[in-house]
């Protein structure tokens, strides 16, 4: 196991470092400092190198996307509506960026943030970063993230908090997977669900969870392709939708490999995009499938979500895990 560290470029006079870390099958992933962001996962499949996720070459495509490509979302992922909450009866009113509801965190979240890195083991790198009072969050809030490689081909995201007010925590990885240099449609989707997240038109939790029919049953392998079909009748041209999920969360596959999700949240938002070409984007024609796993999207608003509330003094871990697989 390899870890290489280079320089990527600069943003607001920081520098920002790209970490490389190589296993003994020659599979690769490279993180960023900026946002710590995923910028690559690269595998070698019969001498020839195969990327299975969107990514950029050059910094200033990271910090000009509204993607989010392969950034740390956070210090909440998702949406969070009105931009309020409430802990223990004190009602926190936070700046929106979606209306009059805040997504990810706002425009100072951690996909804004440089973080600081350093290459913990042979198949490791480690970001920390401490945001405060950012957009209204309360608190001061130490962040680290670890990302590791193993020799099975086994990529791990863990999410440490620590904060000395209590806060929310529910950050998540906005990675876009393709398995297949840009034919989506094509690849096959399992979700080992059986409920998601009714949505109202500005894409909050109305707070129902509903049981997956349709378009939006991927309890079996399905193509994605076929799933945008079904969603034509109901006027809708992309999946965004957050789905219920436990432990392996789901599998993407072509034929010749596949990607298995885990998580130790309960939630994985699915958003089908063209991050990079923008015709595509325009024409709804989708290059890749961002998967975000984390706590269902608003859940301080709805009981029955999940816990995101990190307390004062506490400290919490969450992992993602994403194992490729060469199929016969």
């Known amino acids: 196991m390899v870890v290489v560290k280079k320089y990527f470029g600069e943003t607001d006079g920081k520098e920002v470092s790209l970490y490389k870390i190589t296993n003994k099958n020659q599979t690769s992933i490279s993180v960023l400092s900026y946002a710590a962001t995923w910028q690559n996962f690269e595998v070698v499949e019969d001498g020839v190198k195969h990327s299975l996720i969107e990514h950029f070459d050059n910094l200033n495509d990271y910090v000009k996307t509204p993607y989010e490509v392969g950034k740390t979302i956070g210090r909440v992922a998702g949406r969070i509506t009105k931009s309020h909450f409430q802990i223990n009866n004190v009602d926190y009113q936070l700046t929106p960026n979606d209306g009059k509801n805040i997504i990810h965190s706002g425009k100072n979240g951690l996909q804004t943030q440089n973080f600081d890195g350093t290459v913990d083991s042979d198949n490791s790198v480690v970001f920390t970063h ?63 669900a059986k409920h998601f997240l009714d949505m109202d038109s500005e894409k909050l939790p109305t707070g129902k969870m509903l049981a997956v029919t ?23 041209f992309e999946f965004d939708d957050a789905y219920v999920v436990h432990d392996k969360a789901a599998t993407l596959k072509d034929s010749q490999r596949a990607v298995d999700f885990y998580t130790d ?64």
């Open 265 to 328: 949240r309960n939630g994985l938002v699915i958003f089908t995009a063209s991050p990079i070409d923008q015709q595509r984007a325009g024409a709804n024609d989708y290059s890749s499938i961002a998967m975000e796993l984390m706590t269902l999207p608003d859940a301080i608003n709805h009981e029955d979500f999940g816990n995101t509330i990190l307390q004062a003094g506490q400290k919490v871990s969450y992992t993602n895990k994403f194992k490729y697989r060469k199929l016969d």
């Open 130 to 192: 401490t945001v405060a009072g950012e957009d209204g969050f309360p608190g001061e809030l130490k962040v680290k993230i670890r990302y590791a490689l193993s020799d099975d081909d086994e990529v791990s995201i863990t999410y440490s908090g620590q904060t000395n007010h209590d806060t929310l925590f529910n950050p998540s990885c906005h990675v876009y997977f393709d398995l297949d240099d840009g034919n989506i449609r094509q690849q096959q989707l399992r979700i080992n």
């Open 214 to 236: 349709n378009a939006y049953d991927f309890k079996n392998f399905k193509k994605i392709g076929q799933g945008l079909k079904q969603l034509k009748p109901l006027d809708k």
